[in-house]
């Protein structure tokens, strides 16, 4: 009596195979946090063009010294937020898996935002944190307390080469 293994393999149990991919290509986003994970990120995506990635601008683009202040800029500062929402929003939509990546010790304003979206949509996130020699601990620290309520996996990366091969596990 052949094997089930041995049985699978004849052309007769074969014409009941699947003639396409197990599964389809998975659609992740790459989210960088602040200016110096952006500049990480973009080297990452340059050395692989199938990564995809959004670079939110900054929170104070835009905006002139010489209107700080006054209702005119707090108006034109609230359109652009709620610009950035809903591009952010519009990249989240088709992801099925988030990866944020800060720089430890930066602020990250749009981590809330971000992570609110993902969890409304039932998108998962994954953190990396860049962390840099001469870091305090307290600044990780405040860094990964930041991140921590909207990632279901947080991860402190020592170098770019480690967030490249975190990505390469994640299949991304």
Excluded: H, W
Aim: hydrophobic letters at 45%; proline letters at 8%; aromatic letters at 4%.
């Amino acid at each position: 009596m052949p094997s089930q293994s041995a049985r699978a393999t004849t052309a007769k149990e074969a014409a009941f195979r699947v003639a396409y991919p197990n599964s389809s290509p998975r659609a992740v986003k790459l989210i960088a946090l602040d200016d110096a994970s952006a500049s990480a990120i973009g080297r990452l995506v340059r050395a692989n063009p199938r990564r995809t990635a959004f670079l939110p601008p900054s929170p104070s683009a835009g905006t002139s010294p010489d209107t700080a202040g006054t209702v005119g800029s707090i108006k034109a500062q609230l359109n652009e937020f709620l610009g950035r929402t809903k591009s952010l929003v519009a990249e989240i939509d088709p992801a099925d898996l988030i990866v944020l990546v800060a720089t430890a010790g930066e602020e990250v304003p749009l981590a809330p935002v971000i992570g609110e979206a993902c969890k409304a949509r039932g998108v998962p996130v994954t953190a990396l944190i860049l962390d840099q020699d001469g870091v305090p601990d307290s600044s990780l620290a405040t860094t990964l307390a930041r991140l921590r309520p909207y990632a279901s996996m947080l991860v402190v990366a020592r170098g770019e080469d480690y967030i490249e091969e975190m990505l390469a596990a994640l299949r991304v």
